[in-house]
C-alpha cells in the first residue's frame, strides 16, 4: 500500500471517528437536557444557554479534525 492510500484512511477515519464521537455527545447532552427541563422547568433558559455553549465546542472540535485531515489530504507531508 502507498503512502497516499494510508493518508487516505488515515483521513477516513479522522472524520467518521470525529463525526461519530461529536454526534454521540451532542445526542447524549441533548438528552440529558431534555431531562433537566422535564425535572426543573425554571432552569430551561439558563440550561439551554450553556447546551448551546457546548454544542458548539464540540462542533469546533469536529470541524478542527476535518480542517487536519483535509491537511493530510491535500498538502500531503509525504514527498513523491
Not at 471517528?17 to 454526534?23: E, I, K, M, Q, S
Not at 469536529?62 to 498538502?75: K, L, N, Y
Amino acid at each position: 500500500m502507498t503512502n497516499a492510500g494510508l493518508v487516505a484512511i488515515a483521513c477516513g477515519l479522522i472524520i467518521g471517528l470525529g463525526a461519530g464521537g461529536a454526534c454521540m455527545g451532542i445526542g447524549s447532552m441533548g438528552g440529558k437536557f431534555i431531562e433537566a427541563s422535564a425535572r426543573q422547568p425554571e432552569l430551561m433558559n439558563a440550561l439551554q444557554t450553556k447546551m448551546f455553549l457546548m454544542v458548539g465546542l464540540i462542533d469546533a472540535a469536529f470541524i478542527i479534525g476535518v480542517g487536519i485531515a483535509m491537511m493530510f489530504a491535500f498538502a500531503s507531508p509525504f514527498p513523491n
